[in-house]
């Protein structure tokens, strides 16, 4: 609950910058000596690229929203989805689906 909870403030934070994730993933994810989560990752795109430029990288299935893998553009709900998918990769410590 912590490291998702972590994970959470990390996307809030880029998302009020107005970036977008995409590559949220569990093995992304890094707990210090001091128990800061980090995120290993730079964001892959900005929402003020166009829609259609967003699709440059398509991550990996496990962890992709619906509208990815459809290649119907990336945006936040995108990066819910991934968190979502991490939860039950903690949870059951294998990748979802």
Do not use: F, N
């Not at 590559?23 to 994810?29: E, K, Y």
């Not at 992709?64 to 819910?80: K, V």
């Amino acid at each position: 609950a912590y490291v998702l909870a972590e994970l959470l403030k990390a996307l809030q934070y880029l998302h009020s910058l107005g970036y977008i994730q995409v590559h949220v993933r569990a093995d992304r994810l890094a707990v210090t000596a001091d128990g800061r989560v980090k995120l290993l990752a730079p964001p892959e795109t900005h929402v003020g690229v166009p829609p259609a430029r967003r699709m440059a990288a398509v991550p990996r299935t496990y962890w992709t929203a619906p509208e990815t893998a459809t290649r119907q553009g990336l945006d936040q709900a995108s990066d819910m989805w991934s968190v979502g998918c991490v939860a039950l990769e903690l949870a059951e410590l294998v990748p979802p689906y």
